[in-house]
């Protein structure tokens, strides 16, 4: 594949469809159709009712969603991928500047984590506690989840990178949102919202890419992580 290959146009209506995507609409619904199984789900996920294979599974797959881990697959696709090396900027601030952003917004919403809840409340808005969790320590900051939005982020870029293992991608980020329910760092509901981050991030990414320089590494069909 030649470099103008990698480098198509992006014509208004390829940009329109991106801009309205089903998808964030989608995840939306479960954030506020999560809130109704949040509380039963961590309890269940306290009870470690599963095959041990399954939560080794879920264990080795949550650098995906990681900093380190994330960093680490920009590393390689810079290695082994020279091609696309002019991409790696918008790749790092699709995938870890997800990761930020979910961090940021955690700043404004006060949430406990399961793990962090000695008894689990009668209703799921007891475990919200206001606005500003800058003081309120990690246990607090439980909403949105910062993992699945790197996961999501770096899947979408990944997606736009190699159309052929979109799948393998999403499954990727599928098993960290899981891991972060699994050990009880996040309920549902966290999970969705920080999936919504990490595509709009990401997608966001690489519309303002491809209009800056005119150029894109994307279809209107390679986001959909």
């Known amino acids: 594949m030649t470099m103008a290959e990698l480098e198509l146009n992006v014509s208004s209506t390829t940009t329109g469809r991106t801009l309205w995507h089903p998808l964030p609409l989608g995840l939306l619904v479960a954030v506020l159709l999560s809130f109704a199984v949040d509380l039963p789900v961590a309890g269940m996920a306290r009870q470690g009712a599963h095959p041990r294979w399954v939560s080794e599974l879920l264990e080795n797959a949550e650098p995906f969603g990681h900093g380190i881990g994330s960093t680490l697959i920009v590393i390689g696709v810079f290695i082994l991928d020279p091609r696309r090396r002019r991409f790696i900027g918008p790749l790092l601030a699709g995938s870890l500047g997800a990761g930020l952003m979910a961090n940021v917004a955690k700043l404004f919403v006060i949430r406990s984590r399961p793990r962090s809840i000695e008894t689990l409340p009668e209703t799921v808005w007891s475990t919200f506690g206001g606005l500003w969790s800058g003081s309120a320590g990690n246990g607090a900051q439980s909403f949105p989840s910062a ?3 790197t ?5 979408v870029m990944l997606s736009a990178f190699y159309p052929r293992g ?8 599928i098993l960290v949102g899981l891991q972060r329910i699994q050990c009880s760092a996040h309920f549902p509901s966290d999970v969705f919202a920080g999936a919504i981050v990490g595509w709009c991030t990401a997608t966001g990414c690489l519309i303002l890419n491809s209009r800056r320089a005119g150029e894109t590494i994307l279809s209107s069909g390679d986001v959909s992580a």
């Open 147 to 149: 993992h699945t939005a």
């Open 151 to 155: 996961a999501v982020g770096l899947a």
């Open 166 to 173: 979109r799948w393998y991608f999403t499954a990727m980020a």
